[in-house]
């Protein structure tokens, strides 16, 4: 897994991701995250994964996170429970939300490689075969207890070697897609959580950070597995929180073997694992993407009907005749709603 390099020459990766909608609720918790110098070893920005869900999304911003280099993946359409959900439920969900991001995020259709599951609510294998079948890379939804040492991101090649926290799990495989696992946490009490948030947090920042440095020293003293920060921004209007989980990023951000990437970016590392000595001039660490759109200063903003009310859709690229929702994207020459009927 590791490319037969000790611990020490591996750089640890560190997984930043939010999930739900972006919107002007967290924008200013997003700029005082990566807006303010923080690099990685090479002097690129730091980067983070979000898990964007449809309602409240401002496009907006989701078309600033992917043009300053962050990674966009998707939420579903409706963040609803699909424990129960149908093969073709789930490609209405999360491959639709796919091609909204495209649509009104600027975000490159094939950009859009992962997802995770609302509530971690995942719907085994009806749920792993859309991935494989809509061609998506990775999911990341799966808790894994085993936390010593830390689990690496695995493929579905062979079927889920660890216990099923949430079931339904995939029983069978899925050539070719990635989990990259929820690594729990423990707490300064002993408590598991698969999320930073649904940790028990103590009341100061100094408790705050006594609990991620515990946790990342689980990773970095051992097999530098990955260490997922899992995280939804309402937990950091809790002052304290936003304190703490600071001074952690400033401690870890000046560390020269740590890295604070993108699921993409660490699902690349470990399918080329590279060690320390050569991690500078590592291509998918760059920060170079003259492709991506430029960022979304002067949006449009779409007022559309939806749930017997009128809601205001903040885009920069043309806005969609009806309000975006699972089953009619509002995407001209949707694949997603043009191939899949509706359930009987």
């Known amino acids: 897994m590791t490319g037969g390099f000790a611990a020490e020459e591996i750089p640890q990766l ?19 995250l990566f807006e303010n110098g923080r690099t990685n070893p ?19 911003h989701v078309q600033n996170l992917y043009a300053s280099g962050h990674e966009i993946a998707s939420h579903s359409i409706s963040h609803s429970f699909g424990e129960q959900f149908s093969q073709k439920k789930w490609t209405k969900e999360i491959a639709g939300q796919r091609e909204i991001l495209a649509a ?7 950009d859009i490689r992962g997802m995770r599951a609302p509530f971690l609510a995942i719907g085994g294998n009806k749920m792993f075969k859309m991935l494989y079948d809509s061609n998506f890379t990775y999911d990341s939804s799966m808790p894994v207890y085993e936390n010593r040492p830390p689990s690496w991101p695995y493929t579905l090649d062979y079927k889920i070697f660890h216990d099923c926290m949430i079931p339904p799990c995939p029983t069978r ?6 989990e990259v696992p929820m690594v729990m946490w423990q707490d300064l009490n002993g408590g598991r959580c698969s999320m930073g948030d649904a940790c028990s947090n103590p009341p100061t920042a100094d408790g705050v950070y006594k609990v991620l440095i515990k946790n990342f020293e689980r990773h970095y003293t051992t097999n530098r597995a990955p260490f997922g920060l899992f995280y939804h921004a309402a937990w950091f209007t809790q002052p304290h929180h936003k304190e703490g989980f600071i001074a952690f990023l400033d401690t870890i951000v000046n560390m020269q073997d740590v890295w604070l990437v993108t699921n993409w970016q ?16 590592f291509p998918p660490f760059q920060c170079n993407y003259p ?12 007022n559309l009907w939806h749930k017997s009310g009128v809601r205001y859709m903040r885009t920069c690229q043309p806005c969609p005749d ?14 997603v709603d043009n191939e899949i009927t509706e359930e009987s």
Not at 14 to 20: E, G, P, Q
Not at 104 to 110: A, F, I, R, S, T
Not at 173 to 178: D, Q, R, T
Not at 322 to 335: D, E, M, Q
Request: glycine share 8%.
């Open 14 to 32: 560190v997984l930043l991701t939010f999930d739900d909608s972006a919107n002007d609720l967290n924008k200013g918790l997003y700029t005082d």
């Open 42 to 60: 090479n002097g690129c920005p730091i980067a983070a994964t979000f898990y964007v869900s449809h309602e409240w999304t401002d496009y907006s």
């Open 104 to 110: 009104y995020g600027g975000v490159h259709l094939e």
């Open 173 to 178: 495989s899925y050539p070719g897609v990635w």
């Open 266 to 281: 660490a699902l690349q590392w470990v399918r080329d694992p590279t060690p320390l000595s050569r991690i500078n001039n």
């Open 291 to 302: 492709e991506r759109p430029r960022r979304c200063n002067s949006p449009k903003v779409c």
């Open 322 to 335: 009806v309000y975006p929702w699972t089953g009619k994207t509002g995407v001209r020459n949707s694949r």
